[in-house]
């Protein structure tokens, strides 16, 4: 692991299995990239380390939140409503399971 690696630990590597993963995110694009990839994999399931989620919580990743522009996943309009930011259309579907479930509501 690279001296970079260790000082940004909420980077997480996993989010890259097509590419090697990036030491660092220096660009714009760089960082709405790792939230398009933080997620697709939450939304399959895959949930992000603590130290991630409140990295994308804070301030500076607001306009990249609102950059994305994930419309048809569930994470990206929870890391909207994180971010104080519009209500945006939600373009997906949610299983009856979910959709269903009276528990719903406390979440």
Avoid: K
């Avoid at 030491?23 to 992000?48: K, M, N, Q, S």
């Avoid at 306009?63 to 419309?71: F, M, R």
């Avoid at 994470?75 to 519009?86: A, I, V």
């Amino acid at each position: 692991m690279s001296e970079t690696r260790e000082a940004l630990p909420w980077l997480d590597g996993s989010l890259y299995p097509d590419v090697e993963p990036p030491d660092e995110l220096t660009t714009f694009e760089e960082r709405v990239d790792f939230v398009a990839r933080l997620c697709g994999a939450w939304d399959f399931g895959i949930l992000p380390d603590m130290v991630t989620v409140r990295e994308v919580q804070r301030r500076e990743w607001r306009d990249v939140v609102d950059a994305c522009q994930l419309l048809a996943s569930p994470t990206y309009h929870l890391l909207r409503t994180w971010h104080n930011l519009p209500e945006a259309p939600f373009l997906g579907t949610i299983s009856a399971e979910i959709r269903e479930d009276e528990s719903l509501c406390c979440v």
